[in-house]
């Protein structure tokens, strides 16, 4: 008849015979973590408000699966990985596991101008597939609002006044929309502006 006693988490084990007693040292397997890997990441919109709404949105874009539930600012967990609705500002993001395991991310959705709105608006109206959706026509891409801050100058240029030619291709855009560049622009045409 055999008996295994474990004497301790180094795995010391003795096996024990009828006539005999063995030592025999066998290392005890390591202890698992069930929350290693368990490492948020996020993405947030900017925001802006219409009609007093704000509609900034975050995602967490890993870790996702159904044994994951998320929360921002220590509300209530929910299975869905996006938050809709946000105003500008500060935010904890919770990824929470099945198992209680759990990580936290910080981000910051920024508030979008009221004439930079306007701006974003044109240039996602007029200036897709060329300049949108990696289109880099001229090499430009205004896929990121900072492209669009960062080439104020030419937009103004190509949009308003004409230089070297107008542009969109085929027509230009119409006098109130070529004042919304000009009033971001003279603003200081920030994202903020």
């Not at 290693?36 to 870790?63: D, E, N, Y």
């Not at 220590?74 to 105003?87: D, E, H, K, R, W």
């Not at 289109?135 to 937009?155: A, E, H, Q, T």
Request: proline share 5%; net charge positive; hydrophobic share 35%.
């Amino acid at each position: 008849m055999k008996k295994l006693i474990l004497l301790s988490t180094f795995a010391c084990i003795l096996i024990f015979t009828a006539n005999s007693c063995k030592k025999t040292d066998t290392p005890a397997p390591p202890p698992t973590n069930p929350c290693a890997g368990v490492t948020v990441v996020t993405a947030a919109s900017k925001t802006h408000t219409v009609t007093g709404q704000q509609l900034g949105t975050i995602t967490v874009t890993s870790p996702i699966g159904s044994e994951y539930i998320y929360s921002i600012n220590g509300t209530a967990f929910q299975p869905s990985v996006n938050f809709f609705n946000l105003a500008a500002g500060n935010y904890i993001v919770t990824a929470k596991t099945s198992a209680g395991c759990s990580d936290t991310a910080q981000l910051t959705i920024n508030g979008y101008g009221a004439k930079f709105f306007a701006v974003r608006t044109i240039v996602n109206g007029y200036c897709g597939p060329c300049h949108l959706n990696g289109g880099v026509s001229g090499g430009k891409n205004f896929d990121d609002d900072n492209s669009v801050v960062n080439s104020w100058d030419r937009i103004k240029a190509r949009t308003v006044d004409g230089n070297p030619t107008f542009m969109p291709e085929g027509g230009q855009l119409t006098a109130a929309d070529k004042q919304k560049i000009v009033d971001w622009v003279n603003a200081g045409h920030r994202i903020t502006d």
